[in-house]
């Protein structure tokens, strides 16, 4: 393969692409330091990275079904994966991670902007310089006695307007085969690579070399892994560098490291979007169309809204992401959305047949679990699956499990245990889903985990109204990070572990570009809450199916907004607007009048209190933050007083 960058023949091959919706947008705008290094050399870069961290061998992966099953049926032989049995679960396998490698380390996750400024007050930032001669050090053969596996892959369809491609390079067979998964592996981003197209490099590594200092070769564990871990991003360079971890976002560099950290970064100087959202497709019982983007953190309910299965007779969902989306200005003053990923990296506890029988029709056959319970039949199980736990389990750390240590605080599975699945397998994944030039979003939803407050739904009477509700979401912490479950904590835009640069710059950006869509095309935003508790700790909506009564209800208020409907279907209310009596559909919903209003409920006194906390969250980003947010403040509490 010759390498010789020409962007004219990448530019005309995606404009072939989607002519008629889309034209790329030209690349590489802003300052010189912000410029991405498209013409990196790849062969080049990938026999450094080999130098430094000295690798047994170089595989360069093709992302074809031959190369996943080789590596498969490797691991299985290695320990590292169990094969499910095949009459329960075809071609299924659990891993077991390392007890001390089971989620995120945000404590350990760098953004290495110039400037610590640009990387702002919410994230951990790090010189360059130093971090650079620091990974270096530690970097520096990492690899010994293992295999460098070189994994080009695209987010989004393969060479589409919206897309974006990567090499990651990684010591581990586990990061390939859920890249396999996660992200479209494939040959020809080597072609784009060699056209010219900019390309991420991410650099990964478990940091357990089986060859030490002294040359001394020890035997491999099942799950390698370095209680050192560093998740490091250089957002002005598009570099990610990533050691310790083998678990989901810290080493799926596809994932959070690359569609959401660097790609924020891409899109404040492209004119883009990278978002922590699932995307979905509802058709109403008319046939109309509409396409919603909901942001909440981790572990709030993503996978369940993006397979949602209404209970509202006529209405359909269908599932295009469960987690990132990318949105991009179309030339017609729509917001153009896609999902990057190519795969579900679910959580499974409360994965069940009440909560989300979608995904467990998903789950039937190919899938890769991590830390969930074995049974003695060769299935798994998790904490939510059935009703009832079975008498007897294997559990995430390979130990005997009765009902008698779930009773004791034992669980089964790990509370962030998951699945990772191709989206392809999911039976209501939207045709539309691979459609390189996005769907246009109509409804933008913002939500968070709260226990008190927040109503179950409301719309933002403006976008920057809007951009104000992402701003302050703020909501209990799952188990999808390290660090204390259930404290409240601010989340704006459940990005507040992804954002790749200086999230009140985040602000100023979401303001800009909505300014620039169409008033008619510009989507409505909204904020919900499935997770309000009553005095007893009771959710008081009874959630998962029957949010798709919320979801008619946001549709609706886009007829409305388009004169397709002229009944009125809000009340305004200090936080925004509420559906009005009679517009949410509770037919054949057992809630009574007392739950209704608490779910609507909109204590002043409380709400005066979180604007304070509110005033302070902001006066951390100083005179980063936008006016337009202050303003949005004072008028709150002006409705409040
Ligand atoms: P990440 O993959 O970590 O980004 O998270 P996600 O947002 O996709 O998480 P997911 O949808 O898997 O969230 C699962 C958690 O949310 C489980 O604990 C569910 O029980 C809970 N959940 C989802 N929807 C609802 C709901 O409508 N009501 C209630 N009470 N819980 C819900
Ligand atoms: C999240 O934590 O938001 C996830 C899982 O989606 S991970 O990919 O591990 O970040
Ligand atoms: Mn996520």
């Not at 995904?359 to 003695?376: P, Q, S």
């Not at 994944?429 to 226990?451: C, Q, S, T, Y």
């Not at 459940?494 to 989507?523: I, K, Q, T």
Request: hydrophobic content about 40%; aromatic content about 8%; glycine content about 8%.
């Amino acid at each position: 393969m010759t390498f010789t960058a020409n962007p004219r023949r990448t530019r005309l091959a995606l404009a072939e692409l989607a002519p008629d919706v889309f034209t790329p947008a030209p690349t590489a705008a802003g300052p010189a330091a912000h410029r991405p290094p498209s013409s990196r050399d790849a062969r080049a870069w990938v026999a450094e990275i080999a130098e430094l961290t000295q690798p047994d061998e170089i595989v360069w992966c093709d992302g074809s079904a031959a190369e996943k099953q080789r590596l498969i049926d490797e691991m299985v032989a290695a320990g590292t994966l169990l094969k499910l049995a095949d009459e329960k679960r075809p071609n299924s396998y659990l891993a077991r991670s390392d007890p001390s490698d089971v989620a995120r380390v945000e404590s350990r996750t760098f953004i290495c902007s110039e400037r610590e400024d640009d990387a702002g007050p919410t994230n951990n930032w790090r010189d360059p310089a130093a971090m650079r001669v620091e990974l270096d050090e530690v970097f520096s053969g990492s690899m010994r006695g293992r295999t460098l596996y070189v994994v080009p892959f695209s987010m989004g369809p393969v060479g589409g307007p919206i897309s974006q491609v990567g090499i990651e390079i990684t010591d581990s067979p586990y990061v390939v085969v859920s890249m396999h998964v996660m992200t479209r592996v494939d040959a020809r981003v080597m072609d784009l690579i060699d056209a010219g197209q900019q390309w991420v490099p991410a650099v990964h590594s478990v940091g357990a070399p089986l060859v030490d200092g002294n040359g001394t070769r020890h035997d491999d564990v099942a799950w390698p892994c370095n209680e050192d871990k560093y998740i490091v991003h250089y957002p002005e360079t598009r570099e990610i560098w990533s050691y310790g971890s083998g678990s989901g976002g810290n080493a799926l560099l596809g994932k959070k490291c690359f569609a959401l950290r660097i790609a924020s970064a891409m899109g404040r100087d492209e004119g883009w979007l990278a978002e922590h959202m699932l995307l979905i497709r509802v058709t109403s019982p008319e046939q109309r169309q509409y396409h919603l983007a909901a942001a909440f953190p981790s572990a709030c309910g993503k996978t369940n809204l993006a397979m949602l299965r209404p209970t509202v007779p006529g209405w359909k969902v269908e599932t295009i992401g469960d987690d990132i989306v990318w949105m991009r200005p179309g030339p017609d003053g729509s917001l153009r959305a896609i999902n990057p990923e190519a795969g579900f990296f679910g959580v499974a506890p409360g994965t069940g047949v009440e909560t989300n029988p979608t995904a467990i029709e998903t789950l039937t056959h190919d899938v890769i679990f991590t830390n969930v319970a074995l049974t003695d039949d060769g299935d798994v199980w998790w904490e939510g699956l059935t009703p009832e736990p079975p008498a007897h389990l294997i559990d995430w750390r390979g130990d005997d499990w009765t009902p008698a240590d779930g009773a004791a605080g034992r669980p089964a599975a790990h509370p962030n245990s998951r699945f990772t699945v191709a989206a392809q397998q999911c039976p209501t994944i939207a045709d539309v889903w691979e459609d390189p030039a996005g769907v246009p979003v109509d409804a933008i939803v913002f939500g968070g985990r709260r226990a008190s407050n927040v109503p179950l739904v409301a719309q933002a009477t403006s976008w920057d109204h809007g951009v104000f509700l992402g701003a302050t979401i703020s909501s209990e912490r799952t188990a999808a990070a390290e660090g204390a479950v259930g404290e409240l904590r601010r989340d704006p835009f459940a990005m507040l572990p992804f954002c790749g640069y200086n999230m009140a710059d985040h602000w100023g950006h979401w303001l800009e570009v909505g300014a620039g869509l169409s008033s008619e095309r510009r989507p409505k935003i909204f904020g919900v809450n499935w997770f309000r508790k009553d005095a007893d700790g009771r959710f008081i909506w009874p959630g998962f199916g029957e949010n798709s009564r919320v979801v008619k209800w946001i549709a609706e208020q886009i007829d409305r907004s388009r004169g397709v409907r002229t009944d009125s279907g809000a009340v305004t209310s200090p936080v925004g607007l509420l559906p009005a009596p009679g517009a949410l559909d509770l037919d054949g919903l057992d809630v009574s009048e007392a739950d209704l209003a608490a779910l609507f409920d909109v204590p002043r006194d409380a709400w005066l209190a979180e604007t304070d906390l509110t005033e302070e969250f902001f006066a951390r980003f100083g005179d980063r933050l936008p006016a337009a947010m202050t303003a949005q403040l004072e008028r709150l509490r002006g409705r409040l007083a």
